[in-house]
């Protein structure tokens, strides 16, 4: 289970170096002479840092040479079952669920830079000695040999981690230790990003002011998969929610019952909008992503 026992601060420390070893390594760095291999430097990994006797802080470190635009030390999502929130349910709290997709978004880094390491955690070392430790971390990366992705990691280990923990080595494998080390770079798989949650927010509350709150829902749960897949040339977030408001509206006056008529759908709204063709490129799983929320809004109906 997470550590939860403690208030959680955001702290930065720069100019963190990697040592060359790990606590799950017991060999040295090895000479650069040119005939010894040299060991594998991690793209990014968590350390601990020493708060008193009894006390560590556990913190992520962006071990590469470019800034990330964020790090999340907890779980992302794509849609609403993801993110445990449902349609047609007005309560305060699945609203709130809806507009971040994330509990802990407090805890939420921008602009991290090259050997910067961020605070994500905590662990007492007598009262979490025998207690299973968890983090979840998601960053965006990308380098001159791989696409625009999001990476994800999932740490377990029981009583906290000491020392250094790499998450990912710098030629992408995974190291043996992790529970889970993915990378998703395709647009449908990559969750919404933490940074257009404050334009979520504004789209929901403008759309909940014209609909309501069950109808606005609906429409932003639209505008997302537009938005993942960049269904019109990847617009703006806050400025397709006129597009998913139309095809709300179209869903519910012609009654789709596959995936086909649902694209034909989106291409009318994009055609009366923009020009003919403007979003030609409709992914049949964006159309599949909308149908079901179609018939699920229905169901509520």
């Not at 650069?32 to 840092?49: A, M, Q």
């Not at 960053?139 to 923990?165: C, L, M, Q, S």
């Not at 080595?169 to 395709?186: A, G, I």
Request: charged share 25%; aromatic share 12%.
């Amino acid at each position: 289970m997470t550590n939860t026992k403690y208030t959680f601060e955001k702290k930065r420390i720069d100019d963190v170096q990697w040592s060359g070893v790990s606590r799950l390594s017991s060999l040295p760095s090895l000479p650069n002479d040119g005939k010894s291999p040299s060991l594998k430097i991690p793209l990014f990994y968590i350390t601990s840092v020493s708060v008193n006797d009894y006390e560590d802080d556990i913190y992520f470190v962006n071990n590469t040479d470019q800034t990330l635009h964020f790090v999340a030390p907890f779980k992302l999502y794509r849609n609403l079952n993801e993110a445990g929130a449902k349609l047609g349910d007005t309560g305060v709290d699945n609203v709130q669920k809806v507009k971040l997709y994330a509990n802990e978004i407090d805890s939420l880094y921008t602009d991290v830079l090259p050997n910067q390491g961020v605070r994500i955690g905590s662990y007492h070392i007598m009262y979490d000695s025998d207690e299973m430790m968890q983090w979840f971390i998601q960053v965006p990366f990308k380098d001159a040999n791989t696409h625009y992705g999001i990476w994800r990691f999932n740490v377990v280990e029981k009583g906290g981690i000491g020392g250094n923990y790499p998450l990912l080595w710098n030629d992408f494998s995974k190291p043996s230790h992790m529970v889970s080390c993915d990378y998703s770079s395709e647009r449908g798989e990559i969750p919404i990003e933490p940074l257009v949650y404050e334009e979520r927010c504004w789209v929901l509350d403008s759309l909940t002011e014209s609909l309501g709150v069950a109808d606005a829902i609906f429409v932003l749960t639209i505008n997302d998969v537009l938005y993942r897949y960049c269904v019109g040339w990847s617009a703006p977030y806050n400025e397709s929610d006129i597009q998913a408001k139309d095809i709300a509206n179209k869903l519910q006056e012609l009654k789709p019952s596959d995936a086909d008529a649902v694209k034909e759908v989106i291409q009318a709204v994009y055609d009366f909008w923009f020009n003919e063709g403007f979003a030609k490129n409709i992914p049949v799983e964006a159309c599949a992503e909308i149908l079901d929320l179609y018939k699920e809004w229905m169901a509520n109906h």
